[in-house]
């Protein structure tokens, strides 16, 4: 398997974090998670803009070659070289702060790192429980709209997921607002409306949820942004989602979606529409 590390092509073996490292040390930094699927990386423009815009929010300094362009281009050189070219792959990239200082930064020069991976194709798929996690509520910031390095409230959802058998979690903000699942936007429909939480909760602004704002209104939906709680998402539909995927839920915090009066005809359409142009 090989990477990219700071635009050099080069085996993973040759890789190596030293202990100074501030990834390591502090979670000083970023990531985005991408799809390659069809012979293209999916969501391309808006997964180069978050990261420009989360580098300038965290004052790392890119390097000179840092363009759309080139960026991309290792990107696909990098499949190339790791044989997934035409095949569906998981991408990474991870920049953070290079070395210098404790918690005050001598250096805001950035390490890119890219790695690629076997993956799987986009799906819509069935989960059954969706559950409210408690432990750590989110706030806005300016840097929590973006992935950073410092992933600790997810973690602990993750675990709590696992404790009590759920399929996914909503985590909330300090006001108890819902604000996003572990991994994914949450999103719901009621009638012709698609609901979402505000960025004002401090969820990321999901690669897919910006996708879904541009692209319901096209196919007939209303979208409402907004402050709204777990009760508010006693809805019609229920779903989870991110660029790799969209689960549908059939329970929230143990109480049944709505399956006396389900989608009409029309919206499941829209819907079904909709999600076949996140592929």
Known sequence: ?????????????????????????????????????????????????????????????PPADFTSGALHGQLLALLDRNELTGRTARIKIQVWRQPGGLYTPTNNRANILITARLGQPFTVSERERLGIFEGVRLSPSVVSAYKTTSALPYVLAGLAKQDGGFDDMLLLDTHG??????????????????????LQTGCIDGILRRQLLRLAPELGFQVREGLFSPEEVAADAVFCGNVMGIQRFGAVNGLAVNQKKPLNAGVEQNLTALFRRLV
């Open 1 to 61: 398997m090989y990477l990219v590390y700071n635009s050099v092509l080069s085996p993973l073996s040759d890789f190596g974090v030293d202990v100074e490292d501030r990834a390591f040390q502090y979670g000083d930094g970023l990531f985005e998670t991408l799809r390659y699927q069809g012979g293209r990386v999916a969501f391309w423009p808006d997964h180069y803009d978050r990261l420009r815009r989360g580098m300038a929010a965290c004052r790392l300094d």
């Open 177 to 198: 607002h819902v604000a996003e699942c572990i991994a994914s936007a949450v999103f719901w429909v009621r009638g012709e409306t698609l609901w979402m939480p505000s």
